[in-house]
């Protein structure tokens, strides 16, 4: 690094940075300037494939300022295969998929973005070929090679397995109509090929940068999967439901909603639970990490939260513009219509997640209202 130009203490920045990006005390820097030290000389390889995805998570995580992207990938990192940015193309590209594989098993992390769809033997979603050929309106041309087939010869080997995005994590937008293509999540098809391979899904449509990245740098800092929910996810990015650190949380406290989108007012921060906000069933940090370098997030931009972290979306969260159907949140008893806190105590009671959970059709997460 120094013969690139970067000086101590620019490094010992970096470590700082990552601190702050892993939620760490300041205290721990050095450990984590040694274990960055570490991995810049060993870097780590990498596998990134698609399924059934819009390439969103891929860009996301391109838009990365700090850490820069651009160092991340060639320094810190051995991304040997990511078919949104490499240049190879082909069978030298999938050359590189079968040899990490082989030569290196048990070091390298999978990353798969989208959904692993199964139907017609995972047809819908294809790259590279397999040994033989299938006919084609009465010719025969090389077989092509499921995504399925190559979870089943990549997982094995790989350390850690991480879902980039709600579409690889839960089935997302492609599961609303899964009954077409089998779209699987991407935990599932591990659970199929070896139970005891670590998943770690990453929500978000698309997912933050700092979601993936901080997640990769944790387990490469700490040789270990950070802390995860029920579901799989970072404690550490989905920790805290959004509704809780709401910037527009006054309002909704104040039973204060806007009911018209032509009735913004700028003065007036209303509460966007009418306009169909899933932020009191969502949990991510969204409203204190904020997006595009920490510019702004959605409800802060006037546009309610989708739920796009949580398992339920896409296809349990819709219709996106219309509020949950019958909710009633702690300390509320009446209806959506009239909304709104009746107790100052209210607030100190939580969300009620239970009721919430109850009300989606899901199973209530473990450890009370959290």
């Given at each position: 690094?120094?013969e ?9 920045k970096?470590?700082?940075?990552t ?15 040694r274990a960055l030290?570490e991995m810049a000389a060993?870097k780590?390889?990498?596998l990134?494939i698609?399924?059934?995805?819009c390439s969103?998570c891929?860009v996301s995580?391109l838009?990365?300022?700090y ?6 990938v060639?320094?810190?990192?051995s991304?040997?295969y990511?078919?949104?940015v490499?240049?190879a193309a ?6 590189v998929?079968?040899e990490t594989?082989k ?7 999978l990353?798969?973005?989208?959904p692993i769809?199964t139907a017609?033997g995972?047809?819908f979603?294809t790259f ?6 299938k006919?084609?309106?009465?010719n025969k041309?090389?077989k ?7 979870m089943e ?6 350390a850690?397995?991480i879902?980039?995005?709600n579409c ?5 937008i492609?599961?609303a109509?899964a009954s ?10 591990v659970?199929k090929?070896?139970?005891s391979?670590?998943?770690?899904n990453?929500?978000?449509c698309?997912?933050?940068p700092d979601?993936f990245?901080g997640t990769?740098?944790y387990?490469l800092?700490?040789?270990a999967?950070?802390?995860?929910d029920?579901?799989k ?6 920790g805290q ?5 709401c910037e ?6 104040a ?9 913004v ?5 209303l ?5 169909g906000?899933?932020g009191?069933?969502?949990y991510?940090?969204?409203p204190?990490?904020r997006?595009?370098?920490k510019?702004?997030?959605?409800v802060g931009a006037?546009a309610?939260?989708?739920g796009?972290?949580e398992?339920a979306?896409?296809k349990?969260?819709t219709?996106?513009?219309?509020p949950?159907p019958n909710?009633?949140l702690?300390g509320?008893t ?5 909304l709104?806190w009746?107790?100052a105590g209210a607030t100190a ?9 109850k009300?989606?059709g ?9």
């Amino acid at each position: 690094m120094e013969e690139k130009g970067v000086t101590r203490r620019q490094f010992i920045k970096y470590a700082g940075a990552t601190a702050a990006l892993l939620g760490l005390s300041q205290a721990l820097v050095p450990e984590i300037a040694r274990a960055l030290e570490e991995m810049a000389a060993g870097k780590p390889p990498v596998l990134w494939i698609q399924g059934q995805n819009c390439s969103g998570c891929s860009v996301s995580t391109l838009n990365s300022n700090y850490p820069d992207i651009a160092k991340v990938v060639l320094d810190d990192l051995s991304v040997h295969y990511q078919p949104t940015v490499m240049a190879a193309a082909g069978y030298q590209a999938f050359g590189v998929l079968e040899e990490t594989a082989k030569e290196l098993a048990g070091q390298y992390v999978l990353v798969v973005e989208g959904p692993i769809p199964t139907a017609e033997g995972g047809e819908f979603c294809t790259f590279g070929l397999e040994e033989g050929t299938k006919e084609v309106m009465g010719n025969k041309i090389p077989k092509d090679k499921p995504i399925q087939a190559w979870m089943e010869e990549l997982v094995p080997g790989a350390a850690a397995v991480i879902a980039l995005g709600n579409c690889a994590a839960f089935g997302g937008i492609p599961a609303a109509n899964a009954s077409v293509t089998g779209s699987t999540p991407v935990m599932d098809i591990v659970a199929k090929i070896d139970k005891s391979k670590p998943v770690i899904n990453i929500g978000g449509c698309p997912s933050h940068p700092d979601w993936f990245l901080g997640t990769v740098l944790y387990y490469l800092v700490n040789k270990a999967v950070p802390e995860l929910d029920e579901h799989k996810r970072p404690k550490m990015f989905f920790g805290q439901l959004i509704h809780e650190n709401c910037e527009r949380r006054a309002s909704f406290d104040a039973g204060m909603f806007l009911e018209d989108w032509n009735d913004v007012n700028p003065d007036m921060k209303l509460c966007l639970f009418k306009m169909g906000c899933k932020g009191p069933v969502t949990y991510a940090d969204c409203p204190t990490r904020r997006w595009n370098s920490k510019v702004n997030w959605c409800v802060g931009a006037n546009a309610p939260c989708h739920g796009c972290a949580e398992p339920a979306f896409y296809k349990d969260l819709t219709p996106l513009y219309e509020p949950l159907p019958n909710v009633h949140l702690a300390g509320v008893t009446s209806p959506v219509e009239t909304l709104g806190w009746v107790a100052a105590g209210a607030t100190a009671v939580g969300i009620g997640g239970h009721y919430l959970y109850k009300q989606l059709g899901k199973k209530a997460p473990e450890g009370g209202d959290e």
